[in-house]
C-alpha cells in the first residue's frame, strides 16, 4: 500500500515567521511531488511541484525533496493570515499507478496575528 | 479562471437515487481524472479517463459507477444507485500529457446523499 504521511497539526505559526511543513512517503520509486493549498469546502489548488532532488523556490514558497529519505516539505517565508489553509502533499508513484495522485491528509496552518 | 468547471456545485439526492456530475474542461485536454473527498478525510483517486476510455480505476470504483464522455467535451461521473455513504466532495482534474504530470482541479461538486 503506497501511503503518504503528513502531520494533521494544527501548525500555529505568527504572522511574518516561517512555517514548516513536512511529508514522507513510502514508495520508494515515486518521481512527481505536488503540494496543493485546501481552504475549507475548497478545491485543492496547485503551489509547487517538485521531480528533483534539492530545493525548489517560487516567491514566497521553496519546496524540499530528499528522494534518500523520501521526504518532501515546504516552506512558506513571511507567513500571511491568507496562508491560513490545510497543505496537502501528493506523490505520483511509477509503479503500475499512471499519473494519479497519491495524497496525504493534510496539515492545517494557522498564521496567527 | 479554473482549468476545468464542474457541475452542480451542490447536489442534493435521496439514496437509491441516481447522480451525473458534470466536468466540462477548458481547453481541449484529453487525460482526466476523477477524485473524492469525503469530509474529514483526504483526497481519494477513483478514475482517470484518458482518450475517452478508462485508463485506470481505483478499488472505490464499483459497479455503481461509470464515467462517459456523452458529447465530445464534457466529462460525465455517474453514481447509480446513491448510498449514504458517497456524501462527499467530488472533484474533476486535468492533467497535463507527457513529461508535465501537474493536476488542476474543479471547483468541485459536494454530493449529499440522504
Known sequence: QKEVEQNSGPLSVPEGAIASLNCTYSDRVSQSFFWYRQYSGKSPELIMSIYSNGDKEDGRFTAQLNKASQYVSLLIRDSQPSDSATYLCAVIGLTGGGNKLTFGTGTQLKVEL | ?114
Not at chain 2, 439526492?13 to 481547453?27: A, F, H, K, Y
Not at chain 2, 479517463?49 to 464534457?74: L, T
Not at chain 2, 446513491?82 to 462527499?88: I, V
Not at chain 2, 492533467?95 to 508535465?100: E, I, L, P, S
Open chain 2, 1 to 114: 479562471e479554473p482549468e476545468v468547471t464542474q457541475t452542480p456545485s451542490h447536489q442534493v439526492t435521496q439514496m437509491g437515487q441516481e447522480v451525473i456530475l458534470r466536468c466540462v474542461p477548458i481547453s481541449n485536454h484529453l487525460y482526466f481524472y476523477w477524485y473524492r473527498q469525503i469530509l474529514g478525510q483526504k483526497v481519494e483517486f477513483l478514475v482517470s479517463f484518458y482518450n475517452n476510455e478508462i485508463s485506470e480505476k481505483s478499488e472505490i470504483f464499483d459497479d455503481q459507477f461509470s464515467v462517459e464522455r456523452p458529447d465530445g467535451s464534457n466529462f460525465t461521473l455517474k453514481i447509480r444507485s446513491t448510498k449514504l455513504e458517497d456524501s462527499a466532495m467530488y472533484f474533476c482534474a486535468r492533467v497535463g500529457q507527457g513529461m508535465n504530470t501537474e493536476a488542476f482541479f474543479g471547483q468541485g461538486t459536494r454530493l449529499t446523499v440522504v
